[in-house]
């Protein structure tokens, strides 16, 4: 994960260790004095307590303010600040073309039997729940396997998930500089024994922009639309 984020969650961590005790010892007085489900109601409240205060101060890190994005918070972040890469018709493209517009940047290949389909997925139900709004919203869907994803591939296969979606393409140089540059990593798998012959671990999280082009956010996978919508929401709004 990105630097930014590991500042974040080391503070989150370093923020938490008082309240994590706080929740070990409630828990032993709960099991001390308490009976079958009762104690375990008592014991599933406090960790769910404890979850809750640690996504919050994630959320909220080191702003000292209450948490006000579902997704981590990574304002100011130096990394992940531009790209040059094609767009799935085969025009150049960089952040700067979307200015107006939230927009999002997802890393994934096509084969992808799990998370990219979710994130695509969970963009289009993102873009529902906005309304009108899904007008000034961008989803960018970076492919980690140019070599098979050719922009002929990509094009049916994003805009299948909803016409506005946009493919991005380089050349393997060009990728591998884009993932450095977002702090995303990404590695084939060679598969045995499997038509498709590799599979490619990526990173899973999502890059926000605002309307001005600066990066905002990194949205968990686990996140619901309501919760990416939400956010989408916020920074719209400030966009005005
Ligand atoms: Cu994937």
Redesign the pocket.
């Known amino acids: 994960m990105s630097g930014a984020i590991d500042r974040c969650a080391q503070a989150a961590r370093a923020r938490v260790a008082p309240g994590g005790q706080r929740a070990a010892s409630g828990r032993g007085a709960a099991m001390a004095s308490g009976r079958g489900a009762g104690a375990s109601a008592r014991r599933g409240i406090v960790a769910g307590m404890l979850a809750l205060s640690v996504a919050g101060l994630i959320a909220g890190c080191d702003r000292g303010q209450a948490p006000s994005f579902h997704s981590i918070d990574v304002t100011g972040a130096e990394y992940a600040q531009d790209f040059r890469m094609r767009d799935h018709d085969g025009n150049a493209r960089e952040l700067g073309d979307f200015r107006g517009k939230v927009v999002t940047v997802f890393f994934?290949?096509l084969n992808?039997p799990?998370?990219?389909p979710m994130h695509l997925v969970r963009q289009r139900r993102v873009l529902e729940l906005l309304g009108d709004d899904a007008a000034r919203v961008q989803t960018l869907f970076v492919t980690v396997d140019p070599e098979r994803d050719r922009p002929e591939r990509l094009e049916p296969y994003v805009t299948a998930f909803h016409p506005s979606f946009i493919g991005l393409w380089g050349t393997q140089e060009q990728t591998e500089q884009m993932a450095r540059d977002f702090k995303v990593f990404y590695r084939k798998v060679e598969l045995k024994d499997s038509a498709m012959g590799y599979a490619v671990d990526?990173t899973t999280l999502t890059m926000v922009y605002d309307t001005e082009g600066r990066l905002r956010l990194a949205v968990r996978h686990e996140l619901t639309a309501e919760q990416v919508a939400a956010d989408l929401r916020r920074l719209l709004a400030e966009g005005g």
């Open positions: 994934g290949y992808c799990d998370f990219c990526h």
